[in-house]
């Protein structure tokens, strides 16, 4: 199937918690993040002896439409197996999770490869587990005195979805989890924004060589850079004549770097069996009457033929829900293509710098800049400066002036070229060694008078007009 021709072998495990208002086993609310640690746990999970868990329906519901939206076959019957270990994040001495019968198999997601074509990768299962409780290392891991422990987050919903093998570049891997996200959120049942909320475990291997486990990876960019260090650690063991080991490492985030995870723990014998306090869910029918809302690819697709977007805008604008939402009540307000090009091409860029949500950004707002710049009464550079401005006001949390409003009492009109010829003048009478720089041919010099305009013009000279204007004044002028 792939086209690409490389090497390297990748497969991901993810963790991704559901939002549900209650845990998967018990009642008790998920909504902590305010609250402080252990204020949001029970008998049930925090695993008190004789404590009876309940399935939660909404939870199941949840992972169901993942399954119906990933093309995955819902088994007739699966079940939910208790994995033990011994460690503090677990006081039950076991998690609940799914092991042989699994909620559902063999689906496929797309993405595109790293040619821009589209490409099928393959999900081997989904299964329902709790997340355990979170561990605080006071200190940082490996040098902590000591560790404390959370259970707000113990019994919290999870589902893991393992993929095939299908994937061939760190990019690519990235692009899945990206494709991946936006469609749990599509589907209503996942908050990306939540910390935690979706985990990675990353497996790789290079042909013909063992593969490595990249444990507990938490952000997508660190998906993607324990897989690069990955490549260039394993590539130099097998040039080098070395072997790559099979084993567990542990991606270092702020060093960018994996190390082997050498505990024995981790070859522990989970001795897996039926979980006897809950039956086997028979869930398969249910699967039919699950509605699923508009997914990415069907809103790809529908931006592109309802308001002519290129297939490029129409990818970005759709790969988040919320960029997708802003995006299509923007475009009630102003002209479609030109909105996606301020949102895909300009907005997006400074919010990622600011790192602010497109939440945050006011509708009515930016339609009025988009409408300005559209009518030619500003220029790009201008609106730019309102927009860097307005955002700005936002993230100070000042209410920030109507765009229009606010050129107009600023001056910032596109002025017309004719207007500027004495700037024009004035920057030529005080650059003499650029101008000399430009007759004696060097042509990077009329940019820099350009740019002295511009700074004069506070940006409201159009560059394609004034451009010109400052040429045919060096060229015929004699030398001063
Ligand atoms: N040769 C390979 N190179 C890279 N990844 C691989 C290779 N073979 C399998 N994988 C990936 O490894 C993962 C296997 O996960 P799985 O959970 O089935 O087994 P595991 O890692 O041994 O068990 P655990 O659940 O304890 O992590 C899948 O995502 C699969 O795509
Ligand atoms: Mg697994
Ligand atoms: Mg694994």
């Known amino acids: 199937m792939s086209t690409q021709h490389t090497d390297v ?28 640690p252990n204020t949001h746990v029970c008998p049930v999970c925090i695993g008190l002896p004789g404590a009876m868990p309940m399935v939660n329906k909404k ?16 088994l007739e019957e699966s079940e939910f197996a208790r994995k033990n270990y011994f460690y503090p994040d677990l006081p039950k001495g076991y998690q609940i999770t799914m092991y ?39 200190g940082g891991v490996g040098r902590a005195r000591y560790t404390l422990v959370d259970y707000n987050r113990s019994g919290i919903p999870l589902i893991e979805i393992v993929t095939e093998p299908d994937l ?9 989890l990206n494709k991946l996200r936006a469609t749990l959120e599509y589907l209503g049942i996942f908050d990306g924004e939540r910390e935690g909320a979706l985990r990675v475990d990353a497996n790789i291997s290079i042909k013909g060589s063992e593969r490595v486990e990249v444990k507990n990876i938490t952000s997508y960019k660190g998906v993607e850079k324990a897989l690069t260090f990955e490549i260039t650690r394993q590539k130099s063991l097998i040039r080098r004549g070395a072997q790559v080991e099979r084993e567990t ?17 981790t070859e522990t014998d989970y001795r897996y069996f039926p979980e006897p306090d809950l039956r086997p869910l028979r869930v398969q029918d249910w699967v039919a009457k699950i509605a699923l809302p508009e997914l990415p690819d069907a809103r790809r697709d529908r931006f592109m033929s309802q308001y002519g977007l290129s297939l490029n805008h129409a990818r970005t604008l759709t790969g988040d829900l919320r960029l997708a939402e802003f995006y299509e009540a923007l475009a009630a307000k102003a002209e479609p293509v030109l909105a996606a090009t301020w949102t895909a091409d300009t907005l997006q860029g400074e919010l990622n710098y600011r790192d602010m949500p497109v939440t945050t950004v006011p509708l009515d707002h930016f339609a009025d800049l988009v409408n300005l710049a559209g009518a030619g ?3 790009d550079r201008v609106a730019v400066d309102v927009l860097r401005k307005l955002l700005d006001a936002v993230l100070e949390g000042r209410s920030p002036a109507m765009p229009s409003a606010y050129v107009q009492e600023q001056n910032l009109g596109k002025g017309d070229a004719s207007a500027f010829a004495a700037v024009v003048d004035e920057v030529i009478a005080e650059n003499e060694q650029a101008v000399a720089d430009y007759r004696a041919g060097k ?11 511009m700074k004069k ?24």
């Open 249 to 265: 490492r542990h991606f270092q985030e702020g060093r960018g770097i994996t190390t082997s995870a050498r505990s024995k723990e």
């Open 100 to 138: 042989d019968r699994p909620l559902a198999e063999r689906g496929i997601l797309e993405i595109e490869d790293d040619e821009g074509k589209e490409k099928k990768i393959r999900i081997t299962r989904i299964h329902l587990e709790e997340d355990p409780g979170k561990l605080v290392h006071m």
């Open 9 to 36: 072998i990748i497969g991901l495990e993810i963790h991704c918690q559901l939002n549900t208002q209650t845990k998967l086993f018990c009642g008790c609310s998920t909504d902590y993040k305010e609250d402080g």
């Open 377 to 379: 009464e500003v220029t």
């Open 59 to 74: 939870a199941v519901e949840y992972a169901l439409r993942v399954a119906k939206a990933l093309n995955l076959e819902v």
């Open 457 to 480: 013009t506070r940006g409201k000279a159009d560059p394609r007009e004034i451009t010109p204007m400052i040429a045919a004044r060096i060229s015929t002028e004699e030398g001063s």
């Open 443 to 453: 042509a990077s010099a009329l940019n820099f008078l350009l740019g002295q305009v």
């Open 168 to 176: 061939r570049s760190p990019k690519e891997a990235r692009r899945f």
